[in-house]
C-alpha cells in the first residue's frame, strides 16, 4: 500500500527581509495576518493598504525529511497551487504552474536524500505579472470589471467584484505532501452511476500510472454489499458494480438521500494491495428538458423522473481567502440553505470547484449542485497557454466531481455569451477569440467524454441557441439584473421566464456585523467605512431610489441610520418575495428560481441572504417562507387579485382560506373563506370574490388571506400611500434555559415588525425574521445568545423592534 507524508508544518513565508512561519493549506495574506505584519483587511479601510501583497512574489521554504522508505517511487503532490509558481527541490527546479484550479505531481525519487533533509522551495510570481504578460502576449479583451482576471486560471473574484474585495492571494492554498509507491498507483477513478430499472450500476472506469516492473493487476471493487473485480495488462481498467433493488437518491423534499459506501482496491500479482479509493455514491438519473413549447424552450430538471421546480441559490467563496473554509463551515452555511427550503445551490463561475467537502454535505442534505466552470464576466482568450490549462482542469474536475449524486450540472460560463451580445464586447474583439469555443465546443466534448451521465448548458444566461438572444426569458435561462440596476422589483411582475438562474436586490450586512467590521465608525449610509464595504456602481444610489418607489428616504446622516438600515433590508426582502411569488405561480412553465446570493465572503452591502459574519438578514427568513413546499400568495390574474396555493409537496394540499376585507384601523369589512384544492406538485387559483377586493384607490383597505398558519397579504397601494396608524403595541420577555422569548401583541396593524437582535447583544440571533400582526395578534420571538435580565430587558427590545411607520 502507498504511504503518505503530509507537509503541513515547517513552512516559512520568505520575501526580501519577511521571514514568518507559515500555515500550508493557506496564503500569503493568512500568513502575514498571523504573524500581524498586516491588518485585517477586512476591517474598515484596511482593503488598500494590503494591495500590495497581491503585487509581490513571494516564496515558501521547508525541509523535506531523509527518504526513508523502500517503495520505488516518490511522488511530491500539490492539491492546489495559487497560481504561478516554481517548485525546487534540491535546488533544482522539477516544475512551473499557472492554474489555481488543478492540481500538479513531480517525481522527486531521485532528488531526496536518503541520510539528511531536503530543502524544498516554492516561490510564487505575482498574479498579476502573470496576467499582465499573458494579455500582453495575446491581446487586451473586454471584461466588466478594470481587473485582468480572465488572462489567469485564478479565482477570478479575488481580483475584487461588485461585492468582494481585491485580495489578490498567492499560496498553497490545498494539502502538500509526498506519496511513496510501488508498482503501480490509481492515477483517476471515474464511476459512471446510472440506474436500469430497479438496478443501480457503478461502472468504475480506471486508469494507473505504473513503474516499468509491468505485469498483471487487479482492480477490485465494492459499493454497498456488491463486489466485482477484473485483472488487466495495461494502464486502463473498467469494472462494474451492479446493485439490484437499489434505493434512490432523491432532492431534498422529494425523498431520501441514502448514500452507498464505495472501495476501488489496485492489487499486485501476489494480491498486495498497491493503492485505494473511497467515496460515497447515490443512485439517481437526472435529465434537463429543453424541448421547445408554444412558450419557448423549457429549462426544466428532472431527477429520477420527477421534474423538480428549483429552489436556489447563488454560491460565491465563503471566505476571499478560500484554504480558511473549514468542513463545519461549509456545513454551517449548507444547513442554513436547506433549513430555508432551498433544493438547489448553484455554484457560481466567478469562484472555484469547491472542496469536496462542500459537495459531500450536498449529498447528504440533499442539495442539488449547479456547476459553474469558472468563467465569468468576461471575453477568455482560446489561445495558448490558457487553453491547455483549461482543458487539463475541467478534465480533473469533471472526474473529481464524478461521485457526488448531488452534482445535476455543469454550466459553462457565467455570463460571458450575454456579455458578447449585449456588453459591446463584440465590435471591440474584432474577430478575436472570446470562449465562444469553450463553451460551445471544448468543455461540452470534455463532459460528453468523461461524465456523459449529467447535463451541459453552455452558459447562464443563455437560450439554448444563437437563434434567440442569450438573455431571452422564454428560452432556457434568464438573469434578471435591469430590475435592481434600473427599475422597480414590482417589474418582477411583467415576466415569466423559464428559468431564472441569477435575480436579486441589496441590503447592508447585519447592525453587529457593520460594528464589527467599521470599529469607531460613526454609522451611515454615506459614511467612508460603509463607502468602502459597498462595492456596486452606484450601489447606495440603486438602494435609495429602490426605496423611494416605496417608502420616504431616510436622510442620508448618522440620525436616521437606524431607519435606513430596517428599510434596507425590507425592501430586500420584499423585492426577493415579489419575484418569487410571482415565478413560482406559474410552475412548471417557470421551472427554477436561484437567488442571487445565499452568502458573503466578507462583511459588505450586497445581495447576500446570510452576511460575511454569516448572521442572517431579514431575506434569509422571508426565503424560508418563500422555498418552503407551500407557499400562500395573493396574484393578479386577468387583471385582478387571485388567491393561490403552490404545492410543491408530495401531498395534495386542500386549503380552506379565509379571506378578509380590512381596514388600516383594524375593521373587518368583509369576510369569506374560499377552497382551493392543489395537488402534488403542482399549483391551483381561485378568484377573490368581488366584494372582498380592497378599494384600490383609498389606501385604507387591504386583503388579508389565511390558511392555516400561512398567510398572504396584499395591499393595493404602495406603503408611502398606505395610511398605516402610529404603531402600538405590547412587549414582554419570558427566560427560559438558554432563551429569550420576546412577545409583542399588537394594538394596532404593525406591518413587517421585526427585531433585530444583534442590537441586544453581538451573539444574540432571532428565530424569525418580519412578521405582520393585525391588532390583538402575538408573536414569540425566540432570542439565542441574550441573558434578557434585569429591569431594561423590555427597553432594550423596544430599542431593537423596527417596523412600517406612517409617512410623514
Sequence with gaps: MKDVTPLTEGWTLRHERTDVPAVVPGCVHTDLLAAGLIEDPFLSRNETAVAWVGRTDWRYDTVLGPRDTAHERTDLVFDGLDTVAAVSVGGRRVGNTRNMHRGYRFDVTDLLDPAAGTPLCVEFTSAYTEAEAVRAQVGDRPNAYPEPFQYIRKMACSFGWDWGPTLVTAGMWK???????????????????????????????VDVERTPAGGVLTVRARVGDHTASADFDGSRATLTVEVPDAALWWPRGYGEQPLYGAQLELLDATGAVLDRWERRLGFRTVTLDTGADAHGTAFTLAVNGEPVFARGVNWIPDDVFPSRISPDRYRTRLTRAADAGVNLVRVWGGGIYESDDFYDVCDELGLLVWQDFPFACAAYPEEQPLRSEIEAEARENVTRLMP???????????????????????????????????????????????????????????????????????HGTAHSWDVWNRT??????????????????????????????????????????????????????????????????????????????????LNQARAIATGIEHWRSHWPLCAG?????????????????????????????????????????????????????????????????????????????????????AGARSVALATVPAELLPDAGSGKEFLVADAGELRALHFPVRDHAFAYPAPRYDVETVLRDDTVDVVVTARTLLRDLLLQADRLAPTAAADRGTVTLLPGESVTIRVRGWDGAGVGSVAAVRAALFMVEPSA
Excluded at 457526488?404 to 474577430?431: I, K, M, Q, T, Y
Excluded at 468543455?443 to 443563455?462: F, K, N
Excluded at 436561484?594 to 448572521?615: F, H, K, Y
Design 175 to 205: 494539502p502538500v505532501r509526498l506519496e511513496h509507491w510501488s508498482t503501480a498507483r490509481l492515477a483517476t477513478v471515474r464511476p459512471l452511476v446510472t440506474v436500469d430499472g430497479s438496478t443501480g450500476r457503478a461502472e468504475l472506469r
Design 488 to 569: 422597480d422589483y414590482t417589474d418582477y411582475l411583467d415576466t415569466v421566464p423559464r428559468f431564472v438562474a441569477e435575480f436579486g436586490w441589496q441590503a447592508p450586512p447585519a447592525h453587529a456585523t457593520l460594528r464589527r467590521a467599521l470599529p469607531g465608525e460613526e454609522l451611515s449610509a454615506t459614511s467612508p467605512g460603509m463607502l468602502h464595504h459597498q462595492k456596486a456602481h452606484d450601489g447606495n444610489g440603486k438602494l435609495e431610489r429602490g426605496l423611494a418607489h416605496h417608502f420616504a428616504v431616510p436622510g442620508a446622516g448618522p440620525a436616521n441610520f437606524d431607519r435606513w438600515h430596517y428599510l434596507t433590508q
Design 593 to 677: 428560481t436561484v437567488l442571487w446570493q445565499l452568502n458573503d465572503c466578507w462583511p459588505v452591502t450586497s445581495w447576500a441572504a446570510i452576511d460575511g459574519d454569516g448572521r442572517l438578514k431579514p431575506l434569509y427568513f422571508t426565503l424560508r417562507r418563500l422555498y418552503a413546499d407551500r407557499l400562500l400568495t395573493v396574484q393578479t390574474r386577468d387583471g385582478r387579485p387571485a388567491v393561490v396555493a403552490d404545492n410543491q409537496s408530495a401531498t395534495p394540499w386542500d386549503a380552506a382560506v379565509t379571506l378578509r376585507r380590512m381596514t388600516a384601523d383594524g375593521r373587518t369589512l368583509a369576510e369569506s373563506t374560499v377552497p382551493v384544492r
Design 404 to 474: 457526488h449524486a448531488s452534482l445535476v450540472l455543469w454550466n459553462g460560463n457565467n455570463e460571458n455569451l450575454w456579455g458578447f451580445r449585449d456588453w459591446d464586447w463584440e465590435p471591440a474583439l474584432d474577430g478575436d477569440s472570446w470562449g465562444e469555443g469553450y463553451y460551445l465546443g471544448l468543455l461540452p466534448r470534455v463532459v460528453a467524454e468523461t461524465d456523459p451521465t449529467r447535463p451541459y448548458w453552455a452558459g447562464s444566461p443563455w437560450s439554448g441557441s444563437w437563434d434567440h438572444h442569450p438573455n431571452d426569458p422564454a
